[in-house]
């Protein structure tokens, strides 16, 4: 067999690119179509797929393009594409690079979940009021999923790792096509005969038509009536479908499902293993401060010699009772006393006296003149009333018009008469002034054609106070010059 006929797949590659660079409807290609999968990656190049109904076509946009975009393309958006179709050698395939995207409206994909994203939110399926609690510590979870996906040996193998405690079911689901919704809504509806803590309803991540199973209506209500806390777990982070906004919990990917589902029994462990030292360490401290206390109790007289409280007690006691002994005496004695005194007064041997001496009293009283003359009283005392009137109205008449003769003065003063007369006087003073201090200015002597002489910025007034070598500033009139002693 003659080999020189066949060529390599890399030649292939080449003359396949050649011919796309030669033909000009590819070099400037206009193409319109669906946005999907579009990523952008840390290069700043934007990768997407351009669709329509029958078809799909690679794009790429280069950072230096898609810098100049006044949006952001997303997912479901119908645009206008203008670029050129080149083949990449390495792996064989054409793509279209773009120079340019323009907005041509949103696709029926993005326009039919933003609608049912409206309906149930309206009707409160998104409301939080409704999310019920993920249990900390499950024992059972029931994930609905694809039976052969990443996405179910993702979670088994993260819980596995992380709560091994915990028994995992798969209620084996269609997640794409075109009975994967219904196949979805019945193992959700079949998962609530089985005693589950937990329920994880998704997929692994893929393109917007793959990923529409959740954004089907009755899968969201499936969801929202089923008795079980649902954790969505449907694509990458970057994705959003109904089942994320009705579960819930919603998690950016299966695997991080998993991990918000059950704890991790190495940090739970560790936690215990934390407290165990403390409680530890707490009783240690507890008791040797109880050890010493009943130490310090033992050590104390009392316990060791007990009888000492009876002694000092009745030692105590003793002592009262000589104090009680002593008092009750004296105060016998002393009221012994005060009653011999009271029995010997003059008051009590001669009652009538005092009984007399209180009645004159009482008939003086009687007898006074206020008593028999009131109203000689009252008309005293108006009488020193009218006079303090009279004296208060006399001295405040005083005092109105004195204050009223130093206003006329202040207002015929003449500061306020002549105001201006007030000015010119301080002008020409202070003018009288600055020609005094005029005269006795250094500057008017050096006009006069004599100099001034300075060392080191003082004033020399006489030839004893210079030595050789001092550095002297001799100012006229028009300047000044340097020179030095010799």
Same mark, same amino acid.
């Given at each position: 067999?003659?080999?020189?006929?066949?060529?390599?797949?890399?030649?292939?590659?080449?003359?396949?690119?050649?011919?796309?660079?030669?033909?000009?409807?590819?070099?400037?290609?206009?193409?319109?179509?669906?946005?999907?999968?579009?990523?952008?990656?840390?290069?700043?190049?934007?990768?997407?797929?351009?669709?329509?109904?029958?078809?799909?076509?690679?794009?790429?946009?280069?950072?230096?393009?898609?810098?100049?975009?006044?949006?952001?393309?997303?997912?479901?958006?119908?645009?206008?594409?203008?670029?050129?179709?080149?083949?990449?050698?390495?792996?064989?395939?054409?793509?279209?690079?773009?120079?340019?995207?323009?907005?041509?409206?949103?696709?029926?994909?993005?326009?039919?979940?933003?609608?049912?994203?409206?309906?149930?939110?309206?009707?409160?399926?998104?409301?939080?009021?409704?999310?019920?609690?993920?249990?900390?510590?499950?024992?059972?979870?029931?994930?609905?999923?694809?039976?052969?996906?990443?996405?179910?040996?993702?979670?088994?193998?993260?819980?596995?790792?992380?709560?091994?405690?915990?028994?995992?079911?798969?209620?084996?689901?269609?997640?794409?096509?075109?009975?994967?919704?219904?196949?979805?809504?019945?193992?959700?509806?079949?998962?609530?005969?089985?005693?589950?803590?937990?329920?994880?309803?998704?997929?692994?991540?893929?393109?917007?038509?793959?990923?529409?199973?959740?954004?089907?209506?009755?899968?969201?209500?499936?969801?929202?009536?089923?008795?079980?806390?649902?954790?969505?777990?449907?694509?990458?982070?970057?994705?959003?479908?109904?089942?994320?906004?009705?579960?819930?919990?919603?998690?950016?990917?299966?695997?991080?499902?998993?991990?918000?589902?059950?704890?991790?029994?190495?940090?739970?462990?560790?936690?215990?293993?934390?407290?165990?030292?403390?409680?530890?360490?707490?009783? #240690?401290?507890?008791?040797?401060?109880?050890?010493? %206390? $009943?130490?310090? !109790?033992? &050590?104390?007289? +009392? *316990?060791? /010699? =007990?009888?000492?409280?009876?002694?000092?007690?009745?030692?105590?006691?003793?002592?009262?009772?000589?104090?009680?002994?002593?008092?009750? #005496?004296?105060?016998?004695?002393?009221?012994?006393? %005060? $009653?011999?005194? !009271?029995? &010997?007064?003059? +008051? *009590?041997? /001669? =009652?009538?006296?005092?009984?007399?001496?209180?009645?004159?009293?009482?008939?003086?009283?009687?007898?006074?003149?206020?008593?028999?003359?009131?109203?000689?009283?009252?008309?005293?005392?108006?009488?020193?009333?009218?006079?303090?009137?009279?004296?208060?109205?006399?001295?405040?008449?005083?005092?109105?018009?004195?204050?009223?003769?130093?206003?006329?003065?202040?207002?015929?003063?003449?500061?306020?008469?002549?105001?201006?007369?007030?000015?010119?006087?301080?002008?020409?003073?202070?003018?009288?002034?600055?020609?005094?201090?005029?005269?006795?200015?250094?500057?008017?002597?050096?006009?006069?054609?004599?100099?001034?002489?300075?060392?080191?910025?003082?004033?020399?007034?006489?030839?004893?106070?210079?030595?050789?070598?001092?550095?002297?500033?001799?100012?006229?009139?028009?300047?000044?010059?340097?020179?030095?002693?010799?």
């Amino acid at each position: 067999m003659n080999n020189d006929r066949y060529i390599t797949v890399s030649k292939v590659n080449e003359y396949i690119a050649r011919k796309f660079v030669k033909d000009r409807d590819l070099a400037n290609a206009y193409v319109k179509g669906e946005i999907s999968n579009f990523k952008v990656y840390p290069s700043g190049h934007c990768y997407f797929t351009l669709k329509d109904e029958n078809s799909n076509l690679k794009g790429v946009m280069y950072r230096n393009y898609a810098s100049r975009l006044d949006f952001q393309p997303k997912d479901g958006m119908k645009v206008l594409v203008k670029g050129k179709i080149e083949v990449y050698k390495k792996r064989g395939e054409y793509s279209l690079y773009a120079s340019m995207i323009k907005k041509d409206g949103l696709g029926d994909l993005y326009l039919e979940f933003e609608k049912l994203k409206k309906k149930l939110d309206k009707e409160g399926l998104f409301d939080k009021s409704y999310k019920k609690q993920i249990p900390k510590f499950p024992k059972r979870i029931g994930v609905v999923t694809a039976e052969t996906g990443a996405a179910i040996k993702d979670i088994i193998t993260t819980i596995s790792r992380r709560w091994p405690f915990c028994e995992v079911i798969l209620f084996p689901s269609l997640v794409q096509g075109e009975n994967a919704s219904n196949d979805i809504v019945r193992q959700i509806k079949r998962s609530e005969n089985f005693d589950l803590d937990v329920l994880i309803v998704g997929r692994g991540g893929g393109s917007i038509e793959d990923l529409w199973s959740f954004n089907e209506e009755i899968v969201g209500r499936a969801i929202f009536e089923c008795n079980i806390p649902v954790i969505s777990a449907v694509g990458h982070e970057v994705d959003y479908t109904i089942s994320d906004f009705v579960a819930d919990l919603r998690a950016p990917t299966p695997t991080a499902a998993a991990e918000l589902a059950v704890p991790n029994f190495s940090e739970i462990k560790n936690k215990f293993d934390e407290y165990n030292r403390r409680i530890n360490k707490s009783i #240690k401290i507890k008791f040797n401060e109880r050890r010493n %206390k $009943l130490e310090n !109790i033992c &050590s104390k007289r +009392i *316990i060791r /010699n =007990p009888e000492t409280i009876y002694r000092d007690k009745q030692l105590d006691l003793d002592t009262l009772i000589a104090k009680v002994e002593y008092n009750s #005496k004296s105060i016998i004695s002393s009221n012994k006393y %005060k $009653l011999k005194d !009271i029995k &010997s007064s003059f +008051i *009590i041997k /001669n =009652p009538n006296l005092l009984l007399d001496s209180k009645m004159r009293r009482i008939s003086d009283v009687k007898n006074s003149f206020v008593v028999r003359n009131p109203d000689l009283l009252l008309d005293n005392f108006s009488n020193e009333y009218n006079k303090l009137k009279l004296r208060l109205s006399h001295s405040s008449e005083l005092l109105i018009n004195k204050k009223e003769d130093d206003l006329k003065q202040l207002k015929n003063n003449h500061v306020f008469v002549n105001p201006n007369q007030f000015i010119d006087k301080k002008r020409n003073l202070y003018f009288k002034n600055f020609n005094k201090l005029e005269v006795l200015n250094p500057l008017l002597t050096l006009k006069r054609g004599y100099t001034l002489t300075k060392v080191e910025g003082k004033v020399v007034s006489s030839s004893k106070n210079l030595k050789k070598g001092d550095k002297l500033e001799v100012k006229f009139t028009d300047g000044s010059v340097n020179t030095e002693v010799l």
